[in-house]
């Protein structure tokens, strides 16, 4: 048996589509040992290793959807100059409960349904931001997304940088 390259790691990550913190998490080892391991700085122990390659090649052999086969296409967002009383009316409207917050096409943050309970309706968007929500591109697995989703509340799906779609625990149940 030809054991895989520890120089491959890294394109392989990028290929499905993951960061560095992503395929850390997912395995249990630290950000900073993968970016070591990635450069060539350190090389794992054989468990490590294995487990690197064995999540990899699961991923790229599964026959899955993709982050793109489950986003909802049509993101409602905000700005942080936005009120409290649009975000309302946008939850409202739309029974949505989880917003990406953009400056431009850039996520600067997150907001929830349950962070406008209480405020005052002038309030800005700004004063209450939470962080971004984490991203993924189209590409991604959705054993990926589902990962991510057991610590946040939405994942933002992009494409070259803007945000495309976005998914919620709820859209994979």
């Not at 490590?48 to 790229?60: I, P, V």
């Not at 968007?125 to 946040?152: C, D, H, Q, W, Y």
Request: glycine fraction near 6%; aromatic fraction near 4%.
């Amino acid at each position: 048996m030809r054991f895989p390259r520890l120089e491959d790691i890294q394109r392989r990550r990028k290929i499905l589509g993951m960061t560095q913190s992503q395929l850390s998490k997912r395995i249990g080892i630290s950000q900073s040992l993968l970016t070591k391991i990635e450069r060539g700085l350190v090389v794992p122990n054989y468990k490590t290793a294995t487990e690197l390659f064995d999540f990899l090649e699961n991923a790229e052999n599964s026959e899955q959807k993709l982050a793109k086969d489950a986003m909802h296409m049509h993101v409602l967002t905000l700005k942080p100059s936005d009120t409290v009383q649009k975000a309302v009316g946008l939850v409202k409207r739309h029974s949505i409960s989880q917003f990406p917050v953009l400056e431009g096409h850039k996520p600067v943050g997150s907001i929830a349904s349950v962070d406008l309970i209480g405020r005052q309706k002038s309030s800005k968007i700004a004063e209450m931001l939470g962080e971004p929500f984490p991203s993924v591109n189209e590409g991604t697995p959705l054993s990926v997304v589902k990962s991510i989703l057991r610590s946040s509340r939405a994942v933002v799906v992009l494409h070259k940088g803007e945000v495309r779609g976005i998914i919620t625990a709820e859209d994979l149940l």
